[in-house]
């Protein structure tokens, strides 16, 4: 299929016109490499309805050169094969003498002998072949890739062009731009004979559709067509090797396939553009090779210092890339697809390839460049003499972290580590630089290259900050090499009270990690919480160091419940007053202060500080959003809202299973309270798949199991075998010291199975303790939930009571949805009466607000007038539906405040209160819903 070359066709047509009459002519065909020279000419030869017109065709090829009249030999050949049997004799008879010059069957070679068969009288007679074959009708003379011809042809050629008046003939050759034989003098006679000079144009985009729907057979959306128009330049043949890759690929033309277009880089194509560049003169090779090793990077005067190129070499080897149509601009120095220069790259040697770099990376140095422009290069050398390539490395890497990007900064760093003359503390400091940036991605790793780098340090301090780079396992198990190590460091800075400084810093956060170490071990958790009330009652924050070793005695206090939780979260809140919010804290041991504030029921004015934390400057991307999405989850679910928990708690546990020595438990177990709060049993089975392909003895995995395992079995139906999975989890936990009832609630889930077994008795004590615990504990979500669950345990008045009880205590929690529950629980044991509706209607809104159905429809069962009231705009307010009609007339809340004679404040208020309960997030999506509103108000 030839696409837009209609205009060419017929100035070869009208060629052919006026040859009819007499007046033949050349016509030349230019154009960069891929533009479709060769495909116009095919498209020529081809049968058309002219059939008087008698086609002669050569194809030159640089492997042919030295076979002389080879390309000769093409043309007549095709004219003595499609020519009649009588015809032949006659032209063989007539002109035999040059004949058995020019197609003997041994072929003159090269040099003299070649000047001695181009004679005069060989010229003449091909010459005078071609006017017999004219006095039968029109010749259309085809020769493709002129630059090639060998010259014994191309002196004929060149006799012929000023010789065709007469011939009744159309001469075409095509001759591709930048070719360095195009300035062989006979090669310029032939082209400056020619009448009209033909220059094919790139493919538009509806041509590039055209070809799009040759190759698929169907229309190509247009984001794929723009795609594959933009990397290919409208060049062809770059167009139709992206096509055949994609096809072979099994792509399709969609949208979601452009990038795979931007992305191919097709081999044959590779191949075909080396091929060419091998023809090219030195200084082509030598620029096109600079500019393959500077890329987009290199400035001008650059490219021609690496090619070893004065200004006016520059010029012209910069013209003559162009016009092999390699470049995406002329007077721009970069390849137009990234298949150039792999082409490039593959036509050098490995040595060649390597002085280039090493050259480039001393020049980009001296020029004052970036260090990552200069990393770049001396990362493809294998070796590097210059003495300032380690620095340069470093300063890369430091660049790279700071933008995000540990692994490229590793590559930096584990390249600077081939340098022999490192030794000593130079090589330590090296080591640990690449283990700080690959802790974020290669925990193993990290480790590693800290062991390796401990012993070349000089001092105990520097052993001890060495060691701190490890990051921490927040809940699991810590290794024991890490252990050892830490231990060792610890030894050797000394005990804590003789130490001030810096050392003293370091020697509370190793205390900290040892610590936290041992969560797993009652006796470590105990010694820990002597430790934070040895500390009195406003421990020191002042330094990080303070802070870290807070954050991980308030953990084993929440873990074990022993302090009260006004306490915790008052100490919690202190750590993060004084605490910035930034990336690095995923680092330490910081991120336990979540989950302290989250087992003391105090997560509301947390999110504040969360939500600086995500836009702070990050060296570790992945590990950082796994954090942010894995504390979002937790404080939603606290805050009841477990629905919009879902999605960070699955973010998190996609992005923990390539860290999962420092974030996969805890992500594991925030999934599996989601899961839990949701009673969803599709994610509850994939949550237990993937623990089944975790083995670990770490608790927290253990306890996650176990409480999964048991909602399972109570969904299918199997009270016995859920009981004895939640007792055996509560007594493991009870063995590690394990009390918060806040953060392992299986006591509630195991007496409502033990009523449902009929074993009452065990119920109303498993109940007692969990209030005794909750009580001891203090948080709001505890103690009503375990009021909650000794009123659903008893009858009568008692038990109304303890609900209503329940309700006024969790009035003070953040967690709404435990709020609901309790609601839903009081109205369905008042049965009937205003009360019971107002309550279940509450319950509802609440449960609406939350995003839990279940519940919400469970509330509208009782009655009709509480099944109405389910909807979420039942439980607005009057004010609340003033504010939203003012908001709809498009007023500010300034303007609204005026209009009502209130503060700003107190309309802002209201509006939090309507989002929440028209389950909207802002103004935008109330002002979508004001239509609804207004229906419902109407009637």
């Known amino acids: ?44 030869a081809a049968p058309t309805e002219d059939a008087d017109v008698r086609v002669l065709r050569a194809n030159a090829a640089p492997m042919e050169q030295d076979f002389a009249f080879g390309v000769v030999r093409q043309l007549f050949d095709s004219l003595l094969t499609g020519a009649p049997e009588e015809l032949r ?28 068969a181009a004679s005069e009288a060989v010229l003449y007679g091909l010459r005078s072949l071609l006017a017999d074959v004219c006095a039968d009708g029109p010749l259309l003379i085809l020769v493709d890739d002129l630059q090639w011809v060998d010259t014994p042809s191309l002196r004929w050629l060149a006799y012929l062009v000023k010789r065709l008046h007469g011939l009744r003939a159309v001469l075409v050759c095509t001759l591709r731009d930048g070719d360095p034989r195009a300035q062989h003098p006979l090669l310029s006679e032939v082209t400056d004979a020619a009448a009209r000079v033909l220059s094919p144009g790139p493919l538009t985009l509806e041509g590039t559709q055209g070809m799009i729907r040759e190759q698929f057979g169907e229309r190509g959306d247009e984001e794929f067509a723009r795609a594959c128009f933009e990397i290919s330049g409208g060049n062809p043949l770059f167009l139709l090797s992206v096509l055949l890759g994609l096809a072979v690929g099994g792509h399709r033309p969609t949208a979601d396939h452009a990038d795979a277009a931007r992305e191919l880089r097709p081999s044959q194509l590779r191949e075909r553009l080396a091929g060419c560049m091998r023809t090219q003169p030195q200084p082509v090779r030598d620029l096109a090779a600079a500019i393959a090793v500077l890329g987009d990077q290199g400035e001008p005067e650059l490219m021609a210092r690496l090619a070893g190129l004065d200004a006016i070499g520059y010029t012209a080897a910069l013209r003559a890339v162009h016009e092999l149509g390699l470049l995406a601009a002329q007077q721009e120095p970069r390849f137009v697809h990234r298949v150039v220069q792999d082409a490039v790259e593959s036509s050098m040697t490995v040595a060649e390839r390597e002085r280039l770099h090493d050259t480039a990376a001393a020049l980009l140095y001296r020029n004052g460049c ?21 620095e340069v490395l470093r300063a890369a890497a430091d660049t790279a972290l700071r933008r995000g990007a540990p692994d490229i900064a590793a590559r930096y760093l584990r390249r600077a580590l081939l340098d022999g003359s490192l030794s000593g503390e130079g090589r330590a400091r090296l080591l ?21 780098a401990i012993p070349l340090l000089p001092s105990a301090r520097h052993r001890a900050a060495a060691a701190l780079r490890i990051s921490p396992t927040i809940v699991g198990l810590t290794p024991p090499s890490v252990l050892d190590l830490l231990h060792q460091v ?13 050392a003293r810093d370091l020697s509370l956060r190793l205390e900290a990690r040892l610590r936290h170490a041992g969560h797993e071990d009652p006796a470590e958790l105990a010694a820990a919480v002597a430790r934070l009330n040895g500390m009195g009652e406003e421990p020191p924050l002042g330094s990080p160091a303070e802070r870290e070793l807070t954050a991980v005695l308030l953990t084993a206090a929440t873990l074990t419940a022993r302090l009260p939780a006004d306490r915790v979260t008052r100490l919690a809140h202190r750590v993060l007053e004084r605490e910035p919010a930034t ?9 336990l202060v979540v989950i302290a504030l989250v087992a003391s029921d105090s997560v509301r004015d947390i999110t504040s500080w969360l939500s600086a934390e995500r836009h702070t400057v990050r060296q570790d991307a992945t590990v950082v959003d796994a954090f942010v999405h894995l504390e979002r989850a937790m404080v939603l679910t606290a805050r009841g809202r477990a629905a919009k928990a879902l999605d960070h708690a699955e973010r998190a546990a996609r992005l923990a299973e390539d860290h999962w020595q420092e974030i996969g438990v805890i992500s594991t177990a925030a999934l599996t309270g989601v899961a839990l709060e949701l009673r969803d049993p599709a994610l509850t089975e994939r949550i237990l798949d993937r623990l089944g392909r975790r083995r670990s003895a770490d608790l927290a995995l253990t306890a996650a199991l176990q409480l999964l395992k048991a909602a399972q079995d109570t969904g299918h139906g199997r009270w016995t075998g859920a009981l004895e999975t939640l007792l055996a989890c509560g007594r493991q936990m009870e063995a590690s010291g394990w009390r918060n009832p806040v953060l392992f609630p299986w006591r509630p889930c195991a007496a409502a199975l033990q009523v449902r077994v009929g074993d009452a008795r065990a119920a109303f004590a498993l109940a007692e303790e969990e209030h005794l615990r909750a009580v001891e504990w203090g948080a709001p979500v505890a103690v009503g939930r375990a009021l909650r669950l000794k009123g659903r345990l008893n009858g009568g008045d008692r038990g109304v009571n303890l609900l209503r009880e329940s309700v006024d205590v969790l009035r003070a929690s953040a967690n709404e949805l435990e709020l609901a529950r309790a609601l839903l629980t009081l109205g369905r044991r008042l049965r009937g009466g205003t009360e019971a509706e107002t309550v279940l209607q509450e319950a509802a809104v609440l449960a609406a607000a939350c995003g839990a159905p279940w519940l919400r429809e469970r509330a509208g069962t009782r009655n009709g007038r509480a099944a109405s009231a389910t909807r979420p ?20 809340n300034q303007e609204i405040a005026g209009e009502l004679g209130v503060t700003s404040r107190a309309v802002e208020k209201h509006l939090t209160h309507a989002y929440r309960k ?22």
């Open 1 to 44: 299929m030839l696409l837009e070359r209609e205009a060419e066709r017929a100035q070869v047509a009208e060629a052919l016109k006026a040859a009819r009459a007499g007046e033949s002519s050349l016509l030349l065909i230019t154009g960069p490499l891929g533009i479709g020279r060769t495909a116009l000419l095919q498209r020529l």
């Open 89 to 116: 004799e006659r032209w063989l008879r007539q002109h035999g003498g040059f004949a058995r010059t020019v197609f003997a069957d041994d072929v003159v070679p090269s040099g003299e002998g070649r000047a001695a």
């Open 370 to 390: 970036p260090a990552e422009l200069v990393a770049a290069q001396l990362m493809a050398v294998t070796a590097s003499r210059h003495p300032w390539s380690v």
């Open 432 to 452: 640990i630089d690449l283990a700080t940036a690959e802790r974020g991605f290669d925990p193993a790793a990290c480790e590693r290259h800290i062991s390796q």
């Open 490 to 502: 610890a030894e050797d800075l000394g005990p804590v009270a003789e130490l001030e400084g810096t």
């Open 583 to 591: 990336s690095a804290r995923v680092h330490s041991a910081l991120p």
């Open 873 to 892: 705009e039942a439980g607005l307010t009057r004010t609340e539906r003033t504010v939203i009609s003012l908001v709809g007339r498009g007023l500010t």
């Open 918 to 939: 028209l389950e909207v997030s802002g103004r935008r999506e109330l002002i979508r819903l004001l239509p609804r509103l207004q229906r419902e108000n109407r009637s």
